[in-house]
């Protein structure tokens, strides 16, 4: 009897293992979004879009600015905003790269 028990037990184990959780996005190195307008005022990033001279990382993607104060402005938000900025600047980059 206990020892059906252990191998229902041991076949239960078997069937849950986790589902293999994705990493977060900043495991790995940071990624150049590459955008060429600023996500937070929408004028051209400073410097060459793929070396921009204001920058931030977030959630391991490079994102580029126009200024030191609208970086600051992003550094200084809070999480849900920089995800709505971050998206903006990853659409910005796409439409360049599809023109
Ligand atoms: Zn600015």
Redesign the pocket.
Known sequence: MVRVLMVLLLALAACDRPAGAPPEADAGPAALVGNRT?P??G?PV?GDPHNPT?RSTFRGQVIG???????K?FEDAPDAKKVQWLERARQDAQATRAR
């Open positions: 600023c937070v005022s004028e400073a204001f600015f126009m200024c030191p104060m609208h970086l402005e």
